[in-house]
């Protein structure tokens, strides 16, 4: 039997000019700089960078640091502060569905019923309403384009990824996650076509990116429009 992979040891390094930093030594050939959930920065770096010169490209980038790490401030605020309540609404798929207090969650008649009690007790039956939704609407779109992409996927599932707005596996397989759901039309479609068109090119040659123009000829512009999207489900606490 194989044996459980190793994680790479983490080093704690910083100090006066250098800001505190998590180093982890990988098998790669540039080193990255990142900022965890808990707001620590982490560099993962290759074997054979020396640590001078990692500590020298972490103090380059001070200001970043500052900038990324006061986002991820304003984001927790911002979670921690987001509620889902009779009276206010909840844009899904371009859509804003009002909210209405009549128990479930459920989604009914375009409108969304919930309980009078705290968000935080039913907050993961909403996630369930709405996983269904997405399972609805996305695989609406999938049913769309495939026969203009000339395309059958082995099969569709909605997952709960925070990493990828969908996946296409070696064997045609497609995952989508549920948070997809908080895009507008234009780029949910821009997703289904991307993972539809890995079905024709499993890379991302130029051969591929037509594929996907044939499609979505305004692909790029929808692309860039999802890390809005991105930064409302961190803010709003649903990663």
Request: net charge positive; glycine share 8%.
């Amino acid at each position: 039997m194989a044996g459980k992979k190793r994680e790479p040891e983490v080093q704690l390094r910083g100090g006066g000019e250098i800001p505190a930093y998590r180093l982890r030594r990988m098998p790669r050939k540039t080193i990255a700089l990142s900022l965890g959930k808990d707001g620590a920065a982490e560099v993962r770096a290759p074997q054979w960078v020396p640590a001078r010169e990692i500590d020298a490209f972490v103090s380059s980038r001070r200001e970043w640091l500052a900038a990324q790490s006061a986002r991820l401030a304003e984001s927790r605020a911002r979670s921690e502060s987001f509620s889902v309540a009779p009276g206010g609404a909840l844009t899904l798929a371009g859509r804003e569905i009002p909210v209405l207090e009549g128990g479930g969650p459920r989604l009914e008649g375009g409108r969304l019923f919930v309980p009078a009690a705290p968000f935080a007790s039913w907050r993961g039956a909403l996630e369930a309403v709405l996983r269904e939704e997405a399972a609805r609407v996305i695989g609406g779109r999938v049913a769309f384009f495939a026969p203009r992409l000339g395309v059958a996927p082995a099969s569709v599932r909605i997952g709960r990824s925070n990493s990828a707005w969908g996946v296409c596996s070696a064997k045609n397989a497609l995952t989508f996650t549920w948070k997809l759901l908080f895009a507008p039309p234009e780029d949910i479609d821009y997703v289904v076509v991307h993972e539809l068109a890995h079905i024709r090119e499993h890379n991302h040659s130029p051969r591929f990116w037509r594929v996907v123009e044939s499609a979505v000829p305004d692909w790029r512009a929808r692309r860039a429009s999802l890390r809005a999207v991105q930064w409302k489900i961190r803010c709003e606490g649903w990663d």
